[in-house]
């Protein structure tokens, strides 16, 4: 699971591979629907960055309802 994280990040920062949002968006929710809870958290990082802060903020609470306690610190930043 984690290396379908790995490609999302590859593809969200363009290492290795022309920067592409889409597809690290595609990969991250990949790694969500296999368990992922960082994958979770990744997409509403890419939410937040597009202004879609109403989608950022639905991810974020998944990503922390999930776990992912370093979600949470970053909704001040999303609402």
Same mark, same amino acid.
Do not use: E, K, Q, Y
């Given at each position: 699971m984690g290396a379908l994280l790995n490609a999302g990040y590859c593809y969200d920062v363009?290492?290795?591979v %022309? %920067? +592409?949002q889409a597809a690290a968006l595609s990969w991250y929710l990949r790694a969500y629907h296999r368990g992922e809870v960082c994958g /979770? +958290? +990744? $997409?509403? /990082? $890419?939410?937040r960055d597009r202004g879609n802060l109403k989608q950022a903020l639905t991810w974020s609470l %998944? @990503? @922390?309802t999930l776990g992912d306690h370093s979600a949470i610190s970053k909704?001040?930043?999303i609402s």
């Open positions: 363009g290492l290795g %022309r %920067r +592409n /979770t +958290n +990744n $997409i509403g /990082t $890419i939410w %998944r @990503a @922390a909704m001040p930043s």
